[in-house]
Every structure is written in C-alpha cells, then in structure tokens.
C-alpha cells in the first residue's frame, strides 16, 4: 500500500526541527515530489483539539498516552496512509519515537505497553505486525538538553512540554537514542548544535544519499 515516501522529523524541544523542514519540503517539491506536510500532534480537525489538550490541559501519562495514540490513528488514516498510497512524500513534525521519548523515557509509561500500541495504531485491526506502517526516515535533530533550554528560554509562553525542566529532556533525549539505536537504518542523527547553514547540508546529504534529493557538487 505504501507507494509514497514517510518521513518524520523529531527531536527534544528547541532542536531546533521546525525551521528545516519547510526548506526540505521545498527542496523535495523542486525535485519533483509532491509533499504533504503535516504534524503531529495534529494534522487532522480531530487531532488539533487533542494537540490543544495535550499542550494544555493537565492530565495523568496514561490519560496522555491514550490521546496522542486516539489523534495519531484519526491522522494515520485520514492524511498519512492515502497520502503514501498516492505516492507522495509526507513530512511528518513528530511521531511515535516521540511517544516513546516524551511519554516513555519522559514520563516513565511502560515501553512494552507502548510498542503494543504502536502496533494497535499503526496497523489497524488485526495486529499483524508485517503490516505496521513505520517512517522511512526519521531525520532526529540530536542536541544537549542544556543547549536546547537556552534556545527554548523567552522564545514565547511554554506549554506543557516546553516548560518541563532539563531533567526531563535528558531523559527524553535518552528515550530517542534508544530508539535510535534500536533501528540504526531507519534513523539518521542530525547534529542540531551545529550552525543551521551546516544543519541544512547535512539534511541535504542524507536525503541525497538516498536519491531522493540531488547530490551537492564536491
Ligand atoms: P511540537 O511543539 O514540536 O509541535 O510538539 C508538541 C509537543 O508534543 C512536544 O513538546 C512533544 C509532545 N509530544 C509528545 O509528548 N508525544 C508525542 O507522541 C508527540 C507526537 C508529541
């Protein structure tokens, strides 16, 4: 079913993501892809109103958990899946190795609960696990949590996540280098403390490398 390209892009808060990833979408676009750019939490009408729930309301982890995996299916099945299935590349501002940064190695959720929902998400019913559908790509913004805090301080009010202390994003930043190391082919690490103009060519390499942009002039 999956024609189409899917990647994601994650990163601890003030990894400084955001900024790259309308270039790349316009780098795609300029290489001949259509692109659908999306986000998560969100991406659907649905997934807004849990996104300003999640970054607003208080709640518990597991109240937490269940409302980024409810918007993620509503966004999976209404954006992302017919997306891929008209062949286009979908950049994606987060997805489940969030949940398992933020909420697993953040909030301390159970990993294997975790994974079981990922299946439950990602493939639908009937939880054949060949059939989960996962990133192509996950471009990870890597950064000292430190560095990241002093990106994030006056930059605007914090939400939720943004206002959590240094502590929790040295266990998110944790939570993604297990992921990392976990699927070693899927991942690339972007070294996000570097300028942007060296953040921009390293993520044109590694979309280069993979013909899906053109290769830079040595
Ligand atoms: P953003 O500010 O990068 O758009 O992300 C919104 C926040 O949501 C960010 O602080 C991380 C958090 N988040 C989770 O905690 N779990 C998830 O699964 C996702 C996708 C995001």
């Known amino acids: 079913m999956t024609q189409g390209l899917f990647i994601t892009f994650e990163g ?17 676009c300029a290489a001949g892809h259509t692109v659908t750019l ?5 991406g659907t009408p649905l997934a807004e109103k849990l996104r300003d729930m999640l970054l607003h309301d208080s709640m518990d982890a597991l109240t937490e958990t269940l409302l980024v995996f ?8 209404c954006v992302i899946e ?3 299935a008209r062949g286009e590349v979908v950049l994606c501002d987060r997805f489940t190795d969030a949940t398992f940064a933020y909420q697993g190695g ?6 294997q609960v975790l994974s079981y929902m990922e299946r439950l998400a990602q493939t639908g019913i009937g939880l054949q696990p060949d059939l989960m559908l996962e990133p192509h790509l996950t471009l990870w913004f890597d950064v000292p949590p430190q560095l990241a805090a002093q990106r994030l301080a006056g930059a605007r009010a ?5 206002s959590q202390s240094v502590e929790f994003f040295t266990r998110v930043a944790r939570g993604y280098a297990d992921r990392a190391a976990g699927a070693p082919q899927r991942f690339a690490r972007i070294d996000s403390a ?7 060519a ?6 280069a490398a993979r013909g899906w942009l053109p290769g830079v002039a040595p």
């Not at 914090?158 to 943004?162: K, T, V």
């Open 106 to 111: 953040g909030r301390g959720f159970d990993l």
């Open 194 to 200: 570097q300028p942007r103009e060296q953040v921009a």
């Open 38 to 42: 999306t986000r998560e939490p969100g």
């Open 202 to 207: 390293q993520l044109q390499a590694v979309l």
């Open 70 to 77: 409810a918007a993620r299916r509503d966004h999976l099945r």
């Open 158 to 162: 914090p939400d939720r996540f943004e």
């Open 12 to 28: 601890i808060d003030g990894a400084g993501k955001s900024t790259h990833i309308g270039t790349l979408a316009q780098a795609l």
């Open 82 to 84: 017919p997306a891929l």
